[in-house]
């Protein structure tokens, strides 16, 4: 299983780290990707990283803000955001695959690729 956990609410221009920790399966054995869902919105791509974590890709809109990193020691994976902008309110997913393809731009940004699914955490950003 797949939680996700960290969101709130939180001013513009604030920060948050987003965890997703897993439970009875061999993390490192796992590329992770985050999701999020706009009210009314489609779930679309935030980040990925790959199982080391030595390789992780970025949706421009998020770039430069967002960073997503791992501890695969501890089963856990992390997204922080800085500068958050009201338009980052969504709820945020982590998901994850054992296929390493995952990782190619044709594949990463598709929710239909992901094995597993975490339940999801709100973030909402205030104006």
């Known amino acids: 299983q797949l939680q996700a956990s960290g969101g709130g609410l939180v001013q513009t221009g604030g920060s948050l780290r987003l965890s997703c920790a897993a439970s009875?399966?061999?993390?490192?054995?796992?590329?992770v990707g985050w999701f999020r869902q706009a009210p009314g919105k489609e779930r679309t791509f935030v980040a990925v990283?790959?199982?080391?974590?030595?390789?992780?890709f970025i949706t421009d809109s998020v770039k430069g803000r967002f960073t997503a990193s791992r501890v695969n020691a501890e089963n856990t994976v992390y997204l922080q955001m800085n500068s958050l902008r009201p338009e980052d309110t969504a709820v945020y997913y982590c998901?994850?695959?054992?296929?390493?393809?995952?990782?190619?731009?044709?594949?990463?940004?598709?929710?239909?690729?992901?094995?597993?699914w975490g339940q999801g955490t709100l973030v909402t950003v205030s104006s």
């Open positions: 009875g399966r061999t993390f490192s054995s796992y590329v």
């Open positions: 998901a994850a695959d054992r296929e390493n393809n995952i990782l190619a731009k044709r594949n990463r940004e598709d929710v239909r690729k992901y094995e597993f």
């Open positions: 990283i790959s199982r080391s974590g030595a390789s992780t």
